[in-house]
């Protein structure tokens, strides 16, 4: 089953909901939730606990920097915004308008955003940045309460993403009361609603699909890119993905594809 949606992936092809792993469907049982308890971490193990940068990353041509919005993302190409990444162990590669490792590519290569380089690596003038990797957003998923939401920013103009709550936390701020999502509901959300929640440390990631070249799909899956290559195809990469009513961080993804980064940095 895994080889198979794998190969899906790869090809571009969504992989039916049968191959998808949803998250915890419980509370972590270590750190219960408590409405008047607000963490402002996030953990990737049950030591390691990290910020959430607060919007996708992009490239303005220059240096890398913050989506002003955490609904915010480019849907069209443009070498002055590229918000899109191409899982590569070259950074420049990484921004690219084409992708031109296939030759090269290796199931040991060292994601250009991996732990080990975050001193490196500076977005905003900040370093100690780096993407996780698919066992630590696996660990997300399952230790965190989420939902998925329609994002009403005005009549007319909606995003879809998924919304997760910070550590130890399991009750969303929804229309002035706390709710506990059910998983197999996709919520509307309005801005009010979503800013409170923002204030209250959750993170908002958009479902911005991906790139291939400079072509930008509309689907409304987010495919996030993790620090892990693909441990049977040299030419791919796992992928923390979603859509409505799926997950998974397990996502075969082929690196000719682009997909958003959402940054971390110890605590």
Same mark, same amino acid.
């Given at each position: 089953? +895994?080889?198979?949606?794998?190969?899906?992936?790869?090809?571009?092809?969504? &992989?039916?909901?049968?191959? &998808?792993?949803?998250? %915890?469907?419980?509370?972590?049982?270590? =750190?219960?939730?408590?409405?008047?308890?607000? !963490?402002?971490?996030?953990?990737?193990?049950?030591?390691?606990?990290?910020?959430?940068?607060?919007? !996708?990353?992009?490239? /303005? +041509?220059?240096?890398?920097?913050?989506?002003?919005?955490?609904?915010?993302?480019?849907?069209?190409? /443009?070498?002055?915004?590229?918000?899109?990444?191409?899982?590569?162990? =070259?950074?420049?590669?990484?921004?690219?308008?084409?992708?031109?490792?296939?030759?090269?590519?290796? *199931?040991?290569?060292?994601? %250009?955003?991996?732990?080990?380089?975050?001193?490196?690596? $500076? &977005?905003?003038? /900040?370093?100690?940045?780096?993407?996780?990797?698919? @066992?630590?957003?696996?660990?997300?998923?399952?230790?965190?309460?989420?939902?998925? %939401? !329609?994002? *009403?920013?005005?009549?007319?103009? $909606?995003?879809?993403?998924?919304?997760?709550?910070?550590?130890?936390?399991? @009750?969303?701020?929804? @229309?002035?009361?706390?709710?506990?999502?059910?998983?197999?509901?996709?919520? !509307?959300m309005g801005m009010a609603d979503f800013q409170s929640n923002l204030q209250h440390?959750?993170?908002?990631?958009?479902?911005?699909?991906?790139?291939?070249?400079?072509? *930008?799909?509309?689907?409304?899956?987010?495919?996030?890119?993790?620090?892990?290559?693909?441990?049977s195809m040299p030419d791919a990469a796992e992928c923390f993905n979603f859509y409505?009513?799926? *997950?998974?961080?397990?996502?075969?993804? +082929?690196? +000719?594809?682009?997909?958003?980064?959402?940054?971390?940095r110890n605590k």
């Open positions: 089953g +895994g080889v198979t949606a794998a190969l899906m992936a790869v090809a571009g092809v969504p &992989v039916p909901a049968a191959f &998808v792993l949803t998250g %915890c469907e419980e509370d972590s049982p270590d =750190n219960p939730s408590d409405p008047g308890t607000e !963490n402002d971490y996030f953990k990737l193990s049950d030591t390691k606990r990290v910020e959430m940068a607060s919007s !996708n990353l992009y490239w /303005d +041509g220059a240096r890398f920097r913050f989506e002003p919005e955490a609904y915010s993302y480019p849907k069209a190409w /443009d070498e002055a915004h590229v918000g899109h990444f191409y899982w590569s162990k =070259n950074l420049a590669q990484s921004y690219a308008q084409s992708y031109d490792e296939y030759e090269s590519a290796r *199931i040991g290569d060292l994601f %250009c955003w991996d732990e080990s380089l975050k001193s490196l690596r $500076t &977005v905003e003038g /900040d370093t100690g940045w780096y993407v996780p990797s698919a @066992q630590e957003w696996d660990y997300l998923i399952s230790h965190h309460a989420y939902l998925y %939401c !329609n994002l *009403i920013k005005v009549a007319g103009d $909606t995003v879809f993403g998924l919304m997760v709550l910070p550590y130890g936390t399991s @009750q969303f701020l929804l @229309q002035g009361s706390r709710v506990s999502p059910d998983r197999r509901t996709t919520y !509307n440390h959750a993170a908002f990631f958009p479902g911005a699909f991906h790139r291939d070249g400079s072509r *930008i799909g509309l689907s409304r899956d987010g495919k996030y890119l993790t620090s892990t290559p693909f441990q409505e009513y799926g *997950i998974t961080a397990w996502f075969g993804l +082929g690196r +000719g594809f682009g997909g958003s980064i959402r940054l971390v």
